[in-house]
């Protein structure tokens, strides 16, 4: 069974820096392009950041996540980063790593971001 594990979110101030993980495990075939959503209380999951199998970003999406926020990935351990710089309290969500593995939409449980003073 093919499982998406998030980590590395949490509580910081606005300025500060976050960087989360994600790591696909249960695997049989190749992982292709793998993304970064979001969804904040009261709002639509959105697309943050794709990225392809052989690093090519596919989209940095969600227009206040431009320049701040980095996608990148490690295909020798399975896992994809979001590294996310000068965090505003708007970029306070659920975080959500996702694939499409053989055509099955696989998502991760979430990791909680918190950007409050």
């Known amino acids: 069974q093919v499982r998406l594990v998030e980590s590395g979110g949490g509580l910081v101030q606005p300025g500060g820096s976050l960087s989360l993980s994600c790591t696909v495990s249960?695997?049989?075939?190749?992982?292709?392009?793998m993304s970064w959503y979001r969804q904040a209380p009261g709002k639509e999951r959105e697309l943050v950041a794709s990225?392809?199998?052989?690093?090519?970003?596919?989209?940095n999406n969600a227009d206040s996540a431009k320049g701040r926020f980095t996608i990148s990935r490690d295909n020798a351990k399975n896992t994809v980063i979001l590294q996310m710089n000068n965090l505003k309290p708007e970029d306070t969500a659920l975080y959500y790593c996702?694939?499409?593995?053989?055509?099955?939409?696989?998502w991760g449980q979430g990791t909680q971001v918190t950007v409050s003073s």
């Open positions: 996702h694939t499409d593995y053989n055509g099955v939409n696989l």
């Open positions: 990225i392809t199998s052989n690093g090519f970003l596919v989209t």
């Open positions: 249960g695997f049989t075939s190749a992982i292709g392009a």
